[in-house]
């Protein structure tokens, strides 16, 4: 559609299972539990064989595997075997209004489910696109994820747009629009393993496309910059994940010459930033085979700080779940706390005091970078220090009692004024935020057919 285009997004032909079970066919996003294997086990026996998106994925923590290749091969013939077998209804035209309760707070979080147009879309530094990342790309990132969308007939998506709506012209009163149509609901059930209650409304009444374009269109006059630079959505999650999306597009048409077709479209959720039940949480860092006292030593000197000893897990608990203790203010500037068990097997607790007022991560990412390549530099490979970027406390905290492992814990995000910062400074640090915590985040449900 010509009109959508010019927005950066498309009206998708949306695929769901017949007779959908929500608690078995949806699975929490890939890039998620990536240390706990235990949690992807789990997800298996609540599959249990049947039709899941958990056979249309590969879950980060299978990456490092020797099977990774077969799996993706799997994969790939799964997403043939549901096209052939009948598991999918017919395929509808239409964006999807979905509602998300989260188990933890009883909020409801609000999403418009659509295919943006890959063209519209840039993630490299300093672009004015429609669409932007709002975290650096790191390109070694891409290729695993290529080799599953390049071959891959289907795809379903954990990406999350944020869109800056402060008048909730478009998700909100698209919502409005398709909950009031009768028979518009599409799915509706618990997903697994705490991951809430998930409702599903098509939006592809007259009624509710209109409510869509007039949204669209309030975002559009809202997001426009003096020079006449549009900043529609930026990336909240999945960043690398609509990245490989658009290096796929790309090489097919360099190497078909074609300039449309469904490759060039990928599917998102869109979430109103200013929604209430959309919170944005630090991701954590892991240090793994690491001098932990040493690393330690290396940040406090770089980022010019005041180190402090916590004596018990209790108060350091205390410490990192209290987000009065951890924001920075006008007096008082970033805290970063750090979990480790050291050569005598003793748990032992800091807390970083730094005079940083901005961005914490902005600053840490990079001399984390530099102590790790620094390190990696004397080493053989099997000695190499390895990072991982954690979801929530309670993964991290469990990850610190193993040995030569260095646990980050990173002060809160503020969401107010993030827009302005990305269109002023570009993308922030990789893994600088995430939105709500790993049980939190999209679980796979719709599909959409790529060939």
């Avoid at 993706?72 to 239409?94: D, P, W």
């Avoid at 939006?203 to 006059?221: H, I, P």
């Avoid at 706390?337 to 032992?348: E, I, L, P, T």
């Avoid at 840490?364 to 620094?374: G, N, R, S, T």
Wanted: glycine share 6%; net charge negative.
């Amino acid at each position: 559609m010509k009109r959508a285009n010019e927005y950066g997004i498309s009206i998708p032909y949306i695929l769901l299972p017949k007779n959908i079970d929500v608690a078995t066919w949806s699975v929490i996003a890939c890039d998620q539990y990536t240390q706990d294997e235990s949690y992807w086990q789990k997800a298996a026996e609540r599959a249990n064989a049947k039709p899941s998106t958990l056979h249309l994925i590969l879950p980060e923590v299978y990456l490092s595997k020797s099977d990774k290749n077969a799996r993706i091969e799997k994969i790939n013939e799964t997403m043939k075997e549901y096209l052939a077998s009948g598991v999918f209804a017919q395929a509808e035209r239409e964006c999807v209004y979905v509602e998300r309760t989260i188990s933890s707070s009883g909020k409801v979080r609000k999403g418009l489910v659509v295919a943006i147009d890959l063209e519209a879309y840039d993630w490299k530094e300093g672009t004015k696109a429609k669409i932007r990342a709002t975290e650096a790309t790191i390109k070694e990132r891409i290729p695993p994820r290529k080799a599953i969308r390049e071959n891959a007939e289907l795809e379903t998506p954990h990406i999350m747009l944020l869109v800056n709506d402060k008048s909730r012209a478009l998700v909100e009163k698209t919502g409005e629009a398709a909950k009031a149509e009768s028979g518009a609901k599409l799915y509706d059930g618990d997903l697994m393993l705490s991951g809430g209650h998930i409702t599903g409304y098509a939006v592809k009444s007259e009624k509710a496309m209109n409510a869509l374009f007039d949204g669209l269109e309030e975002v559009k006059r809202e997001n426009t910059a003096k020079d006449g630079d549009v900043f529609m959505f930026a990336v909240g999650d999945g960043n690398h994940s609509l990245a490989t999306a658009k290096a796929v597009w790309d090489d097919y048409k360099a190497k078909t010459g074609e300039s449309d077709g469904e490759k060039r479209y990928a599917l998102v959720e869109i979430v109103n930033i200013y929604d209430e039940a959309l919170e944005f949480k630090p991701i954590h860092r892991a240090l793994f085979n690491v001098d932990a006292e040493e690393c330690i030593k290396y940040l406090v000197s770089a980022l010019n700080g005041r180190l402090e000893e916590v004596e018990s897990e209790d108060s350091f608990k205390e410490y990192i779940y209290s987000s009065k203790e951890c924001e920075h203010s006008e007096s008082e500037g970033a805290v970063f706390c750090f979990a480790y068990n050291d050569s005598a097997q003793k748990m032992r607790y800091f807390v970083l005091k730094t005079a940083i007022n901005d961005l914490a991560v902005s600053h840490l990412q990079p001399v984390l970078d530099a102590f790790i390549k620094e390190k990696n530099e004397k080493c053989a490979e099997s000695g190499k220090v390895e990072i991982d970027y954690i979801h929530g406390e309670e993964e991290l905290l469990k990850l610190s009692h193993t040995n030569r492992t260095l646990c980050i814990f990173l002060p809160p995000i503020e969401k107010e004024n993030f827009f302005d910062t990305i269109n002023k400074r570009g993308s922030l640090p990789r893994k600088s935020f995430s939105m709500g915590e790993a049980d939190e985040k999209r679980f796979y449900l719709e599909c959409r057919c790529l060939r």
